[in-house]
């Protein structure tokens, strides 16, 4: 008798020798020997989602507090269509990602064109764009080996997502005598990273003695730090240098936010005082970042004149936003570790003194805080989204995951809730953006680790694209609370054509839906809260019993971004602050 009665159950063993525990996805008629082999693999559950889109943000998702590779499953034709939005978010913030998606049988090659052959699409061209790495299965025999490049070259180097296409009859078919799951190497690829290389000697040297000299340094911390789980070494470098510490969105909780060295997110949508405590810097480090737009303000920060170092794992990298004093090739922790190693753990004689540069950033953040505070203390109706993240900030314990939307819900958790207690706990998505990613990746995260308790911070607009998986959420009984900054707006659209053209931001974009009314018919719990007095008491019920859904009546003429409010304040223009 065979060890495996088809492909599809061979691939269900792999998965499961790479640590792999749960796959997202939507069948298709191309894809049911996948599941079909998923029920009979000890370990391997299956979510369904309702749309592949939602698929691949629950996989990114998954993979961001897990530290595993997320799996995304999508049929061929229509299925695979809806990946993009999903792929490219993974590409963009390095989130190791593997998708498995079905292909017509190559028996039909013919046909394929011209739409003759039901479903038929160049998936492969579709996709190319926004994946690391791609390629079609063509016979079982060779299965084992491309699924497990796939995972390889997902989670190595730059992390990213990876495709496997399955032609039918090649999941459907039988699986050659011979061919095994077994290769003990194989689960280091399953988490990520997968390998730990160090810069070299001579580098350390170079960045260690730039900052030995400096006497205002910065780290700017991004997604790469907390890639590598590198947030002790990065503390332990910033006490070392007294340097102050700044993280994209995608850093966030790098390091404790009350820790007297964070200065909080950086960018277009951060605080006051990361942007005074980067801009006054003498030695900057940029460590995991990509060094985009969103946090260098447009790549005018750091400044001419500023020293720059970099520490990356992709080379590409090193240098590409910013010239450099010192380039250091590794892996975050491994990185810092190092760095701090050829810094000394005590200051040499000659090091300036750096204890003016601590009260600076104790005064920078001092202020920022007042004035953050004061804005959460609003008792305006409709509801200051500041006075939200204020009641979601007291509310939230130290295992809990907030997973931020795009656009303004972003900056708002990013800037006006502060983590004090270091990890991922902080989710915003930075590789694309794109509206619609929290409830969808929140499903991950709950699936992931159902010990927390998962929060997802979402705009009316962003929750129109996913809200058909809250009937996901409902059906598997996730840990999920929703909470909806419901102001009727596209509410950075809406800035932004009356800084930018002075019109079309009189009337509301839509409608007021009522979205507890919606949660109820999807199973949740759900309520509305219009006042502030009702926020408090509301919140605490909904997360003492999740699932859940909070509309929240909100102000639309709020806004986490400084230059907004400036434009708006002085009838002068500003960017779009993407």
């Known amino acids: ?24 996805g939507v069948p298709g008629g191309q894809t049911l ?41 999508a049929t061929v034709g ?16 390095s989130v190791p990602v593997v998708a498995l998606v079905s292909d017509l049988p190559a028996r039909l090659a013919p046909h394929r064109y011209r739409g003759a052959a039901s479903q038929a699409l160049d998936q492969a061209g579709l996709l190319a764009p926004v994946t690391k790495w791609q390629a079609t299965v063509p016979e079982a025999a060779v299965l084992p080996a491309l699924l497990r490049q796939a995972f390889r070259e997902a989670a190595s180097g730059r992390p990213g997502p990876a495709v496997l296409f399955l032609p039918q009859d090649v999941l459907d078919g039988p699986v050659p005598d011979g061919v095994t799951a077994g290769l003990a190497s194989s689960a280091r690829f399953g988490r990520f990273p997968p390998f730990r290389p160090a810069p070299e000697q001579a580098d350390l040297a170079a960045a260690a003695a730039v900052l030995r000299a400096a006497h205002r340094p910065f780290i700017l911390a991004g997604g790469g730090v907390q890639h590598s789980a590198a947030g002790a070494a990065l503390t332990a470098l910033a006490e070392r240098a007294s340097a102050a510490v700044g993280t994209t969105l995608s850093g966030k909780g790098a390091i404790a936010e009350d820790h007297p060295l964070s200065v909080g997110v950086t960018g277009s949508m951060g605080t006051s005082a990361a942007a005074a405590a980067l801009s006054e810097a003498d030695v900057v480090l940029l460590a995991g970042c990509k060094a985009g737009s969103g946090a260098t303000s447009g790549w005018t920060l750091p400044r001419a004149g500023q020293a720059v170092l970099q520490l990356d794992l992709d080379p590409a990298e090193l240098g590409r936003a910013f010239p450099l004093r010192a380039a250091l090739l590794g892996d975050a922790q491994a990185g810092l570790a190092a760095l701090l190693a050829a810094l000394g753990h005590e200051p040499e004689d000659g090091e300036p003194d750096r ?42 314990g130290a295992d809990d995951v907030l997973i931020c939307d795009a656009s303004l819900a972003s900056g708002w958790g ?103 009314a919606v949660a109820r018919g999807f199973g949740l719990h759900a309520a509305r809260v219009s006042e502030p007095s009702q926020l408090d ?37 500003a960017g779009y602050g993407g």
């Not at 309702?50 to 993979?63: I, K, Q, T």
């Open 1 to 24: 008798m065979p060890e495996f009665r088809h492909a599809g159950e061979l691939l269900a063993a792999l998965l499961a020798e790479h640590g792999v525990r749960h796959v997202f």
């Open 33 to 73: 020997a996948l599941y079909d082999g998923i029920l009979d693999q000890a370990g391997l559950t299956h979510v369904l989602t309702r749309d592949e889109r939602s698929a691949a943000y629950a996989a990114d998702g998954y993979a961001r507090v897990t530290g595993q590779v997320g799996v995304c499953d």
């Open 78 to 93: 229509p299925g695979a269509a809806k990946l993009p939005s999903g792929l490219s978010e993974s590409l963009g913030a």
């Open 355 to 396: 204890s003016a540069w601590r009260a600076r950033l104790a005064g920078l953040t001092a202020a920022w805080r007042a004035a953050r505070d004061a804005e959460r203390a609003s008792g305006q109706v409709p509801v200051a989204p500041q006075r939200v993240l204020a009641a979601l900030e007291a509310a939230l």
């Open 414 to 516: 990013g800037v006006y809730l502060e983590q004090r207690h270091p990890g991922r706990r902080v989710l915003c998505p930075r590789g694309q953006a794109g509206l619609g990613y929290a409830l969808p990746a929140a499903i991950g995260v709950a699936t992931a680790g159902p010990g927390h308790r998962t929060v997802v911070l979402t705009g009316d607009g962003a929750l129109g694209y996913a809200a058909g998986e809250l009937a996901t959420v409902a059906e598997l009984g996730l840990p999920v609370t929703v909470l909806v900054l419901n102001n009727r707006s596209l509410g950075w659209i809406r800035w932004y054509r009356r800084i930018t053209f002075g019109r079309g931001w009189e009337d509301d974009d839509f409608a007021d839906v009522a979205f507890a």
């Open 537 to 573: 008491g509301a919140l605490r019920g909904a997360l003492d019993g999740p699932p859940a859904l909070l509309d929240v009546a909100t102000d639309a003429w709020q806004t986490p971004i400084t230059a907004h409010r400036k434009a708006i304040e002085t009838a002068s223009q």
